[in-house]
Every structure is written in structure tokens, then in C-alpha cells.
């Protein structure tokens, strides 16, 4: 195990594990891993964390992860022997509870691999990808196969299998390219839309995110998700995650029927007979090497041979290849598959048929990679009595996001999800759908047909009305009118008679820090960035872009992993100091009724002074200061961090730092007038403009 694992064993940080390593001579060696990442054994780190007291009992799961990723096979080889096991425990148990009173190790480990065989062939069908069940291979792996058994008797075999792929998801994100839940989802729905999802295929299924949203969709058309009528179809080239998802699928929905090879989809199709009601797939973008040099006189490239850069419309040939007539295929591809020259033939070959029924673009963050608005393609495979439709949907929701988390936009996936689905169903339903300007349009394929063939949404568009109008840009000059009157009643001004202390000379304020006072207690710091979505009712988060433009909360938080539990935000409240630690700006929020709630984000530090010793707006108005920040910041690096233990305040009496509260509340008030206002000017103006281009405002 690594130090990130005796970390999470002994609920620490990492950095405590190397002070360990460092103050304690009997602390473990390493058995293994390199000089900047050793390995530990598990038995010796757990009796050390005992004999010092930091550790009582290590948890099962914690145990079976631990002797999955230190089997001598590798931790993909191990995870298959441990989803094979679950099977055979949730679907043989009586068999499995005989077998798991031998307590021979050998014996176990001999009789295992025809259980196991019988149970995935029964299961699976016999070309499964889940190989490598031999006695041999098993030799090692009876302290995996017993604890296995013992978490699926306390977590189900299901909930078991998806918390040690998800760890192991997790601790490899640049080996694998995953399909979040939120596109996986609304692809799932726009197949579903046209029919029962009876046949499903993903010739790329990766870990299996396509077809198990298949799977729950077309539970809830039934009463019991057993009974879903759906059968299961994967193919993956990677014969580790061939094996991984083949279980996660026959381990979700007890009856469904799943059929998985492990083999290059294009270059060794494994289902070459098959006729689908769906196919979802997100295929690997921008692949020189798909076969094009071998495949030049394959049947599948029926609407034209793509080129070598064009692999992505190679998978979309092959998806209507192995649809049957009138299926619908749902892919995702990057956006460039609708401009780029070289596709252009068969793109317009596509419209001219009838194939490709719908273009919607994602919001950036939909999907790896994260900076990129992908697209949705949905295609219908021509026949079955329905004529093709002359026209293409065009939708576009790579506006819809909240903010900023985790550094990237998070969509707002309720909306994208709707506004896609209603523009979908309505179209497929009559063939034509109400133009919403900037969001959806139905076009003539025939229009489409010129020296481009683009099909990129935002081109065939036309922009939201400009304003709403004149009438509209009438009333947001009235508001503009009203917040510039009143930036002029709130410019501060001094008031005759104030009599502050003489700060000249030598008659100096005795200062304090932030640091002091939270030794103290007069307040309590506290850093963001911490905590998963609960279950339900998750807050949004308040992000450091958010308290430097003062706006409200945008973020969101991210889901919970499979491989943990999920983690308490930090939650600010009325009256609390948050203060971005980025970016070398003198920036002091004091949060108010409308704010509180909401989730501390990343690069934010939160003060909550007590109220009895120290006034909120008195404190956030001296940390402002330009020279405080000055002095407390970092310049070690190419970002600027603040420290904020060390940005100082006067010591005052409670009553002093109440009238230089009040009037720090007054400057926040003016400073929040000068943004509104500079809002509406920027919206009249862009308004004004779009209006004189577009026709809807005369230049009188």
C-alpha cells in the first residue's frame, strides 16, 4: 500500500504519514514502489498504526481494496477475480456459503475456477471476456476471494463490485476514458424516445456507463427492473475493461442478458449479425490508426469511405450498420466532426438519406475532454416504413452552465437534459419543431448541402432577440438611470466632525493578526473546497470568481465517489469574512441572508469572528487593505497566495470597530451600486448594438 492508502487507513493527510516515516525508526520500510512513491505491506503498517494507537480495526473495505491493489497480478486482474466472485455470490449463494467453509487455502483456490467458469458462461455466454479464473492464477488470491465474500455478505455483492471499480476508476483517471453520468443519462433518453430499448449496443462501451444507462431506463418502463426487457450488448478493445464492465453489467440487474467481446471494434466486429434497436457509443477522438488502411472495402462504409482523420465517422457508419431499420443511434463526438472538410461528402450523404436526424451541442465540461462543447449525434437508420425527413434538428445548449468548480464549468444538466429531450421528442414526433432563437431550429437538409456541410449549431442559430426590444432596452436604461442616481447619494464623503485617532507620528494603532485572534477564539478560520453532493438537497457552492465579482453562489459540488463516503461542505454563515487566497487582490466578502447556506469552494478561506469580540464588516474592511495584503502575501511562486494568518487589524474596542464597520458596510453598498450599474451599461450597449444589426431597433 502507498501513503496515500495509510492515510486513508489511519484518517490522517499524506503529510502526516511522512512526518511518521520520519520521526518514528520503527515506522515500516518499504517492500516496494519507487524511492518518490514507496510501497508498504499491508499486515506491518496495520500492526504499527495498532501499536501506536491511531488504528483499531481496519475497515473491510478498506482490507479488500488494499489486498486488490497489492496482488502480485496487478490490481485489473485482481478486480476480475473479485467481480467473479460477487457473481458467484449473488447468484449461487448456497454454493458459495459450502465453499466458503473449506478452510484450506488450496482447496479453495482448486475448486474455484469451474465455479467460476460455470457461473460466467451461465452469465455471460461462453466467449465472456472475464479470462485469467485459472488455479494458477487464483494460487495467491484466497485472502481476496474469503474477505470478497465477506463484503458482499455486509454490502451486497452490486454495491461491493461498484465501490472497488470506482476506486480503481479513480486511482487511474489518465488510463481511462470515462462517460459521466450526466451524458450518459440524456443519451440513454433520446434512444429510448423512439422505441423500447430491447437491443442495446455500445462498440466502445469502456466501463459500461452507456449500457448501464440503458439499463435504467428501460427499468422504468417496468415494474420490476428485472423485468426489463433489454439485452445488453459491449465491445471494448481493451481486454482489462472488457472484463471490468462485463461484470458491472452482470452484476447490476439480476436477469438482464450481456453480451461482451474484447476485440477492436472496427478492425474484429463481435456482433457482425447483429441488428440493434439502439446504439450508444462514445467513441475515441481523433484516431489515426482505426484501420483505414485495411478496411478500405468493408460493407459498413455505406455512406462513403471515411478518411484517415475522419475516424469518428467511421464509428458512426458502423453504428448504423448494426441498427436495425428505424433505430436510433445516439453518439458523442468532439465538435469538429461537423465542419471538417475532410468529412464533408459524407456528412452530406448522411442528410440527403435521412441518417442523421439531430446535431446538439453540450456545454463544455459535459464530457472529456472538459475544455470542448461536445456533440450529440442522433441518427435514424433509414427504413421501416418511415420515410426519411428532409430536415436536421440543430440544438445548442453549451450556454447552460452554473459557474465554476473544480476549476471548469459544471453544466446545469436538469436543464440541458430538458431542453434537449423536449427538442428531440417534438421533432422526431412531428418532423419540424418552433424555432427558440439561440436554442433549436429545424433546418432543410437541402440547405445544409453546399461547399461546407457544416453542421455546427451555433452556425444555423439565428441570436436570442436583442433584449426583447426596444421596449426592453427602454426599461434597462431606466434601471441604469436609477443605479447611477444612486452611486452618486452613496459616493462616501467625509463628514464634518469625525475625529479619528492621530495616526501620525509616533501614534500608532497596537495591531494584531488574524492568526492571534484564532488562537484566541475570537474567531474561527476555516479553508474550502472540502465535501461531496449529498444524496439530495446539495447547496451550491460559493466559488472565489463568485466573491471577487460579487455575484451569488454558481458552483456546484462534485458527486461522491463510489470509492468513499461522501464528505460534509463547509457551509458559510451570515455574518462570516470569506477571503479569496489567489491572486494577489485585496478582496474581503462579509456573507449576508441571501448567501448563507452555501458551500465553501476552493482557494477561499472563511473567518467567523465571534460577534462579541470582533464587528464582521470592521474586520473585512481592514483586510482589504492594499498594504495588509501586500505584506501577507507569497511570492514564491508564479501565483500569488495570500497567507491569512498573517493580514493584521487594529485592536479596538468593540465600539470603535463598530463605526469603522458601519462605514466599511457603507463603501461595500456604493461599491456593489458601481457594479450593478456597470452591468446595465454593458447590457444596454450589447443590446443597442444587437438590436441596430438585427433589424430590431431603428437607428432613430
Keep these: 500500500m502507498t501513503a496515500a492508502g495509510i492515510a486513508r487507513l489511519a484518517g490522517v493527510g499524506r503529510a502526516a504519514v511522512s512526518n511518521w516515516r520520519r520521526r518514528h525508526a520503527d515506522f515500516p520500510k518499504p517492500v516496494g514502489g519507487t524511492e518518490t512513491s514507496p510501497a508498504f505491506a499491508l499486515r506491518d503498517i496495520e500492526q504499527w498504526l495498532r501499536d501506536q494507537g491511531k488504528l483499531a480495526e481496519v475497515p473491510l473495505r478498506e482490507r479488500v481494496w488494499q489486498q486488490l491493489v497489492g496482488h502480485p497480478a496487478g490490481a485489473a486482474a485482481a478486480l476480475r477475480q473479485a467481480g467473479a466472485v460477487l457473481l458467484l455470490v449473488r447468484d449461487r449463494p448456497s454454493a458459495w456459503r459450502q465453499l466458503r467453509a473449506a478452510t484450506d487455502d488450496a482447496e479453495l483456490t482448486g475448486v474455484l475456477p469451474a465455479m467460476l467458469d460455470s457461473v460466467l458462461v451461465a452469465r455471460l455466454g461462453s466467449e465472456h471476456p472475464v479470462g485469467g479464473l485459472t488455479r494458477e492464477a487464483l494460487a495467491p488470491s484466497a485472502a481476496l476471494v474469503r474477505a470478497t465474500g465477506d463484503l458482499a455478505a455486509v454490502d451486497g455483492a452490486d454495491r461491493a463490485y461498484a465501490f472497488l471499480l470506482g476506486r480503481h476508476l479513480d486511482a487511474n483517471p489518465r488510463q481511462y ?124 462504409w455505406e455512406y462513403g469511405f471515411p478518411a484517415r482523420t475522419e475516424s469518428e465517422l467511421a464509428w458512426v457508419q458502423h453504428a448504423l450498420a448494426r441498427l436495425r431499420e428505424g433505430g436510433t443511434a445516439v453518439l458523442l463526438m468532439p465538435p469538429a466532426v461537423a465542419s ?73 444538466w436538469q436543464t440541458v437534459h430538458t431542453t434537449a429531450v423536449d427538442a428531440w421528442q417534438a421533432f422526431d414526433r412531428d418532423g419540424d419543431i418552433e424555432e427558440v432563437p439561440g436554442v433549436r431550429r429545424s433546418l432543410a437538409a437541402i440547405d445544409l448541402l453546399d461547399d461546407d456541410v457544416d453542421l455546427a449549431p451555433a452556425r444555423h442559430l439565428p441570436p436570442p432577440a436583442a433584449a426583447g426590444g426596444p421596449a426592453e432596452l427602454a426599461r434597462v436604461r431606466d434601471r ?51 465535501g461531496t453532493a449529498p444524496a439530495e438537497g446539495a447547496p451550491a457552492v460559493l466559488t472565489d470568481h463568485d466573491v471577487i465579482a460579487g455575484g451569488a453562489p454558481s458552483g456546484t459540488l462534485p458527486e461522491a465517489s463510489a470509492s468513499g463516503p461522501a464528505e460534509e461542505p463547509v457551509l458559510v454563515r451570515a455574518g462570516d469574512v470569506v477571503v479569496p487566497v489567489l491572486g494577489g487582490g485585496a478582496i474581503a466578502r462579509v456573507v449576508d441572508d441571501a448567501t448563507a447556506g452555501a458551500a465553501l469552494g476552493r482557494n477561499l478561506t472563511l473567518l467567523r469572528p465571534d460577534p462579541a469580540a470582533v464587528d464582521p464588516w470592521f474586520l473585512a474592511g481592514f483586510l482589504r487593505g492594499t498594504a495588509n495584503n501586500r505584506q501577507a502575501s507569497s511570492y514564491a511562486s508564479t501565483a500569488t497566495r495570500l497567507d491569512v494568518r498573517r493580514l493584521q487589524l487594529p485592536r479596538l474596542p468593540l465600539a470603535e470597530q463598530r463605526r469603522y464597520g458601519r462605514r466599511f458596510s457603507d463603501l461595500a453598498t456604493f461599491e456593489e451600486a458601481l457594479r450593478q450599474a456597470s452591468r446595465l451599461g454593458e447590457q444596454l450597449v450589447r443590446g443597442l448594438y444587437d438590436g441596430l444589426t438585427d433589424g430590431s431597433v431603428g437607428p432613430d
Design 480 to 530: 441604469l438611470t436609477a443605479t447611477l442616481a444612486r452611486t452618486t447619494e452613496l459616493t462616501p464623503r467625509p463628514k464634518a466632525g469625525d475625529t479619528l485617532p492621530d495616526l501620525t507620528g509616533s501614534a500608532r494603532w497596537p495591531l494584531t493578526t488574524v492568526g492571534e485572534l484564532a488562537r484566541s477564539g475570537a474567531l474561527v478560520l476555516r479553508s474550502g473546497g472540502a
Design 177 to 300: 476514458t470515462l462517460t459521466p453520468p450526466g451524458p450518459a443519462a440524456l443519451m440513454a433518453e433520446l434512444a429510448a424516445l423512439a422505441g423500447p430499448l430491447g437491443t442495446v449496443l455500445d462498440p466502445a462501451c469502456g466501463a459500461g456507463a452507456l449500457l448501464t444507462a440503458a439499463q435504467e431506463r428501460a427499468a422504468k418502463d417496468t415494474a420490476e427492473p428485472a423485468d426489463a426487457p433489454v439485452t445488453l450488448h459491449g465491445q471494448e478493445a481493451d481486454p482489462d475493461l472488457a472484463a471490468l464492465s462485463a461484470l458491472r453489467l452482470a452484476l447490476d440487474v439480476p436477469g438482464t442478458q450481456v453480451r461482451v467481446r474484447a476485440a477492436d471494434t472496427l478492425r474484429a466486429d463481435g456482433f457482425p449479425q447483429l441488428a440493434a434497436d439502439a446504439v450508444l457509443v462514445h467513441p475515441p477522438f481523433n484516431e489515426r490508426n482505426w484501420g483505414h488502411d485495411e478496411l478500405a472495402y468493408d460493407p459498413r
Design 340 to 412: 471538417r472538410r475532410s468529412g464533408r461528402r459524407i456528412r452530406a450523404d448522411l442528410l440527403r438519406r435521412g441518417a442523421l436526424r439531430a446535431v446538439i451541442a453540450l456545454p463544455a465540461g459535459a464530457a472529456p475532454p472538459n475544455g470542448v462543447p461536445l456533440h450529440l449525434w442522433v441518427l435514424r437508420k433509414p427504413g421501416g416504413g418511415a420515410p426519411p425527413t428532409p430536415q436536421l434538428l440543430v440544438v445548442d445548449t453549451a450556454d447552460l452552465a452554473t459557474g465554476q468548480t473544480a476549476g471548469r464549468d459544471k453544466p446545469d
